[in-house]
C-alpha cells in the first residue's frame, strides 16, 4: 500500500473515532480557530479534553484537508495521537507542563521517533523513521503536548528544483492556501501560493486543523507561509531553538519556530522551545529572557524607532516596499500610520545596497531543467551556502538520524530520484544535482569566502550598520521581503498579519493575507515580540479563511 493511501486510511478511521460527541464548552469556543492560550484555558477549567480536541481536529481534517477543498496540509497523523491524549485528560496546563493536551503538528522535517516517518516530503525516504524525537519534540512532549501528525512541505524544504511550487512534495502532493484552494493554473499549481516550505504547517494553523504547529526555515519558509496565511510566526535567531533532528538545508541559517494564531502564542511556544543542546553548539551562545510573555503590552510601541527602509527620496534603493501592488502597499501604510498611532518613532531612510544585494562570490549559476519551469534552459543563480552545506548536513542527518531505510547519502536520494523520475521528478531535481558535485566537507574556499561575504554583507553592513546609524529597536520589512537579510545574519523576525490582499500577476483572486514582519538583532526575540504584540493589539487583522466553518 502508498503512503498516501495509508495516510488516507488512518485518517479516516480518525474521522470514524471522532463521530463521538464533542462537549458544548468545546463547541461553544469555536476552538478549532481559537488561540492556543485559550485552548489552555477551557483544558484547565475542565471545558475541553485532550481526547475532544484532537477528535475535534481529526473530523476538521477529514473535512477540509482530504475531503471539501482538500487543502493537503497534513501529510500523515500520528496513529498514537489519541493515546497519547488519552493519559493526558484530566492533567491541566501548568507552569511544569504549559502544552498539557494541546494538539500541535510538525513539520514534516521534524524528526519523531516514534512510529511516524520523518520523510521531508521525498519518496526517496518514504517509509523513513527517526532513532529519536528531534529535540524540539522532545521539549513539546515534556511540556506536556500531543503531536497530531506530520505537515506537508516543500520536498526538501525547497531545496530539491528550482522554480518547485511552494507547498508540493513528490510525497505529500501539493498544499492549497485556504483563503483561495480552487483557483489553480493547468498544472495543478495554486495561483494563491500556500507559502514555502512551511506550507502546510502554515495551513493547517489557518484553516483550524491543529492548535499551533512547528515549521522550519533557512531563508523564508516560515516568514512567507505565515503573511499568505494570515499568521504569527517567530524566525528566531540561529541558535535560540535546537536543530538537533532536524532534516537540513543548511546549518549556517536553519532553524526552527512557531507558526500561531497569536503574538502571545508564539512567546508560550518560545518558552518550551527556547533551550540549550548539546546536539546543537549553536545553542551555547543562546540568549533568552525567563518568560517571553512578561511585558506583552498595548504600549510597548511607545517611543520605539522603528526603521522602514524605504525613503520617498530615494526610491530605486528600495527592494522591499517598491514592488509592493497598490493594495498591499496601502495595506501596509496602514499599518505604519497604527504604529505612528501607538507611539512609534517612524524612520524613513534606505538600507545600504550592501545589505540587501548578493555580495560578491557568493552565489553560483544553476542549469535549470525543471520541465514545467519558464525558465527551463537557462542559468540561474542560487546560494552558495545553500548548496555547499546541503550535501554536508543533509549526510549527517541520514548517517545519525535516518532509520528503516536503504538511502544513506544525498548521492542515493538522487539515484533513486532518476529511477523513479515519473513520480519523484516532476519539477526535476536540479539543486540537488548541483549541491551533490561538492565535497560534502565544506573545504571548498568558494564555500569559505561566500559565507564570510554573506555574513559581511547582511550582518555588519547590513542590519548592524542601518540599526547603528540611525538607533532602530527594530526593522518593518512588509509580507517576508525582509527574510533574505536576516536569514544571512542569523537574525530574528516577526510576523503578524497586517490586512488583507488580492490578486496574483494580473490574475483576479479572493482576498488572502499579508502581514509585516519586525525584525531586529541577535537574541531580541522578545523585544520583536513586544512591538508585534502591541500592533496586533491594536489592528486585530487576523480573520480565519472562509468556508471552512466550525463543525
Known amino acids: ?77 500520528n496513529a498514537d495521537a489519541l493515546a497519547i491524549a488519552g493519559g493526558l485528560d484530566g492533567v491541566k496546563p501548568s507552569a511544569e507542563r504549559p502544552l498539557a493536551g494541546i494538539p500541535i503538528l510538525v513539520k514534516d522535517n521534524i524528526a519523531t521517533g516514534d512510529a511516524q516517518p520523518t520523510t521531508a516530503g521525498s519518496l526517496a525516504l518514504e517509509g523513513a523513521r527517526a532513532r529519536a524525537d528531534a ?38 502532493g501539493q498544499v492549497k492556501n485556504p483563503y483561495a484552494p480552487a483557483l489553480a493554473d493547468d498544472h495543478g499549481i495554486p495561483v494563491v501560493s500556500p507559502g514555502g516550505s512551511s506550507a502546510g504547517s502554515a495551513v493547517a494553523v489557518a484553516a483550524g486543523l491543529c492548535a499551533a504547529s512547528i515549521g522550519t526555515e533557512t531563508s523564508g519558509s516560515l516568514l512567507w507561509p505565515a503573511s499568505q496565511n ?58 533568552r529572557p525567563a518568560d517571553f510573555t512578561v511585558g506583552l503590552a498595548a504600549d510597548a510601541l511607545k517611543g520605539a524607532r522603528i526603521g522602514v527602509p524605504s525613503d520617498p527620496a530615494d526610491p530605486l534603493n528600495d527592494p522591499f516596499f517598491r514592488k509592493l501592488p497598490p493594495k498591499g502597499a496601502k495595506v501596509v501604510a496602514e499599518a505604519i500610520k497604527v504604529l505612528e498611532d501607538l507611539g512609534a518613532v517612524i524612520v524613513r531612510a534606505s538600507m545600504p545596497t550592501a545589505g540587501w544585494m548578493s555580495g560578491p562570490g557568493t552565489i553560483m549559476a544553476v542549469l535549470n531543467r525543471n520541465p514545467l519551469s519558464a525558465n527551463r534552459g537557462n542559468a540561474v543563480t542560487q546560494r552558495i551556502v545553500f548548496l555547499y ?14 532509520t528503516n531505510t536503504a538511502i544513506k547519502t544525498m548521492t542515493d536520494i538522487v539515484a533513486f530520484n532518476e529511477a523513479n523520475a515519473g513520480k519523484a521528478l516532476r519539477f526535476g531535481q536540479d539543486n540537488l544535482l548541483a549541491a551533490d558535485l561538492t565535497r560534502a566537507d565544506l573545504s571548498e574556499r568558494e564555500y569559505r569566502a561566500a559565507l564570510a561575504m554573506d555574513l559581511h554583507c547582511a550582518r555588519t553592513r547590513g542590519m548592524d550598520a542601518y540599526m547603528n546609524q540611525h538607533k532602530l529597536d527594530a526593522v518593518l520589512f512588509p509580507g517576508s521581503e525582509g527574510a533574505a537579510i536576516t ?23 479572493p482576498d488572502y493575507p499579508l502581514g509585516v514582519t519586525f525584525a531586529g538583532r541577535a537574541w531580541s526575540e522578545h523585544k520583536l515580540l513586544r512591538l508585534a504584540y502591541a500592533y496586533e493589539q491594536a489592528s486585530a487583522k487576523r480573520k480565519p479563511p472562509p468556508g471552512l466553518p466550525a463543525l
Open 1 to 77: 500500500m502508498q503512503e498516501s493511501s495509508r495516510r488516507d486510511a488512518g485518517i479516516a478511521a480518525a474521522a470514524v473515532s471522532a463521530e463521538a460527541p464533542i462537549s458544548p464548552e468545546l463547541d461553544h469556543a469555536k476552538l478549532d480557530h481559537a488561540s492556543m492560550s485559550d485552548i489552555a484555558h477551557a483544558l484547565a477549567d475542565g471545558q475541553a479534553t485532550a481526547t475532544a480536541l484532537v477528535k475535534a481536529y481529526f473530523a476538521r481534517i477529514q473535512a477540509y484537508d482530504r475531503d471539501g477543498p482538500k487543502l493537503n496540509a497534513v501529510r500523515a497523523l
Open 135 to 172: 529535540t524540539l519534540v522532545k521539549l513539546l512532549r515534556e511540556a506536556g503536548a500531543v503531536i497530531l501528525g506530520k505537515a506537508n512541505l516543500t520536498e526538501f524544504s525547497n531545496m530539491l528544483a528550482i522554480d518547485m511550487p511552494a507547498g508540493y512534495s513528490s510525497l505529500g
Open 230 to 287: 494570515g499568521l504569527v510566526t517567530v524566525k528566531p535567531t540561529v541558535g535560540l531553538i535546537s536543530r538537533a533532528g532536524i532534516v537540513p538545508i543548511a546549518h549556517s541559517l536553519d532553524t526552527a519556530g512557531p507558526m500561531t494564531r497569536t503574538v502571545r502564542d508564539a512567546a508560550l511556544l518560545l518558552n518550551v522551545l527556547a533551550a540549550k543542546d548539546p546536539l546543537d553548539l549553536a545553542t551555547q551562545k543562546q540568549r
Open 389 to 402: 552545506e546541503l550535501k554536508r548536513d543533509l549526510n549527517l542527518y541520514l548517517r545519525d538520524w535516518a
Open 487 to 509: 536569514a544571512r545574519a542569523g537574525y530574528p523576525s516577526v510576523m503578524v498579519p497586517c490586512g488583507f490582499v488580492a490578486g496574483v500577476d494580473g490574475k483576479d483572486t
